[in-house]
């Protein structure tokens, strides 16, 4: 294990600066953007969200006002006309590109997930299914289904969109087995052989070891019985 070890410090004082020499040259793409089909929206970046809301009841002090949720708010023990729905007939959800690409390697998840940035962003609707379009119209950068988006009624949705971006991607991603992920998360490919090494010297054949024991045991013997008969 002693000798063994070597080849591992040696690729952990040299291994840092072979993996340093592979940087993205380009930029991150997509060839099929996420896209919510419902609404027919398309993001123009790697990852698309629809946040929906439904103006609901709460109860405020010894009465209740109109709030904008994302999440059902339990109105039970609410007087009657205080009651709100008991779901929301469209739900929020989100779109992740599963192509993402970077100088035609796999871009990985962690990398979207770490350096991601979502932003707000206004569809055009032109692709709005007609059954949709009936129910939705246009409010400030997405859709509701209030008839005056003045005086909402409680029940009425309102929906918009947000897309993730990607920065600059130099210096903060590594190559590691053809794939993109974050420099903090790469291991050197040498280091990594080296582990291979170290692991191969260590499950040699048992018996290979025990000669070597063996052969030490006799020489320390061999070494005391030369010892004791010259002193005597």
């Known amino acids: 294990m002693k000798f063994a070890s070597l080849p591992l410090l040696l690729a952990l004082a040299g291994g840092a600066h072979a993996q340093d020499a592979v940087h993205p040259q380009g930029q991150p793409t997509s060839a099929h953007p996420p896209r919510d089909a419902a609404f027919g929206v398309t993001a123009r970046g790697f990852g698309l969200q629809r946040q929906v809301e439904m103006l609901q009841w709460r109860r405020f002090g010894p009465g209740y006002r109109k709030e904008w949720s994302e999440q059902p708010i339990d109105s039970t023990g609410y007087a009657k006309e205080y009651r709100n729905p008991a779901a929301f007939p469209i739900e929020t959800r989100y779109w992740i590109a599963t ?66 971006e990607l920065p600059p991607l130099q210096g903060k991603v590594a190559l590691q087995g053809g794939v993109w992920i974050p420099a903090s998360d790469a291991v050197p490919e040498s280091v990594v052989a080296a582990s291979d090494t170290v692991a191969d010297a260590t499950s040699a054949k048992p018996d290979r070891w025990i000669l070597w024991l063996v052969v030490a045991v006799v020489l320390v013997i061999s070494g005391a019985w030369w010892l004791r008969r010259r002193r005597s």
């Open 99 to 164: 192509d993402a690409m970077l100088d035609g390697k796999a871009i990985d998840d962690d990398v979207l997930k770490e350096f991601g940035q979502w932003h707000d962003f206004r569809p055009s609707f032109s692709a709005l299914p007609a059954n949709l379009a009936a129910t939705f119209q246009p409010e400030g950068d997405g859709l509701g289904t209030a008839d005056n988006p003045l005086d909402p009624q409680v029940g009425d949705l309102r929906v918009h969109w947000r897309e993730l």
